[in-house]
């Protein structure tokens, strides 16, 4: 069975950095793209980045280009997401997800939620 | 960037009845046109992909068609479980959703 499970709910002052996590297993971690989706509480969803793990091609959405990072440890099968410095404004659920089908999510991690706040 | 704009933002209809949701591209895209359906504190469920093919798991009553700029999800005759919000989505967009809920 496909599973993505990711880390816990984080929460940070703006300034801090972060990193959240998504470990996939049920599968071959490094045969498909992960990418991570934000929603903010109330809001639409939003493609942000996603990876390839068997190569580590990468491919952002400008709108989250520069913000975070993506990126990938085959060893553990997990994927992750970091700031280097939050803002209030990166308060959101964020999923993990793996795309299949050529091109859209269809297994998804829990979610994480990250609340900034000083 | 493609920009999809998806049209009307809620949608009040009774069970039973048909539901016809719209998904509109700033320019054509290819064959990369999908659907998800989204409840209140749940993840993100995929209902349609590549225009119009179900995922697996997902009942007939939920179709998908279009081309070019122009796609529609269909939900035939909707059931209570049906109440949420959709989501279109191509490559690294997404739409802005259409709540669909009970009349």
């Known amino acids: 069975e496909v599973q993505l499970v990711q880390s816990g709910a984080e929460m940070k002052k703006p300034g801090e950095s972060l990193t959240i996590s998504c470990q996939g297993s049920?599968?071959?971690?490094?045969?498909?793209?992960i990418g991570w989706v934000r929603q903010v509480p109330g809001e639409g969803l939003e493609w942000m980045a996603i990876?390839?793990?068997?190569?580590?091609?990468?491919t952002y959405s400008p709108s989250f280009q520069g913000q975070v990072t993506i990126s990938a440890d085959n060893s553990i099968s997990t994927a992750y997401l970091q700031w280097s410095s939050l803002k209030a404004s990166d308060t959101a659920m964020y999923y993990c997800?793996?795309?299949?089908?050529?091109?859209?999510?269809?297994?998804w991690g829990q979610g994480t939620l990250v609340t900034v706040s000083s | 960037e493609i920009v999809l704009t998806q049209s009307p933002a809620t949608l009040s209809l009774s069970p039973g009845e048909r539901a016809t949701l719209s998904c509109r591209a700033s320019q054509s895209v290819s064959t990369y046109l999908a659907w998800y359906q989204q409840k209140p504190g749940q993840t993100p469920r995929l209902l349609i992909y590549d225009i119009s093919n179900r995922a697996p798991g997902i009942p007939a009553r939920f179709s998908g068609s279009g081309s070019g700029t122009d796609f529609t999800l269909t939900i035939s005759s909707l059931e209570p479980e049906d109440f949420a919000v959709y989501y279109c989505?191509?490559?690294?967009?997404f739409g802005g959703g259409t709540k669909l809920e009970i009349k």
């Open positions: 997800a793996r795309r299949d089908f050529g091109d859209p999510f269809y297994y």
């Open positions: 049920g599968y071959t971690f490094t045969s498909y793209w």
């Open positions: 989505q191509h490559r690294s967009n």
């Open positions: 990876i390839y793990p068997g190569d580590g091609d990468t």
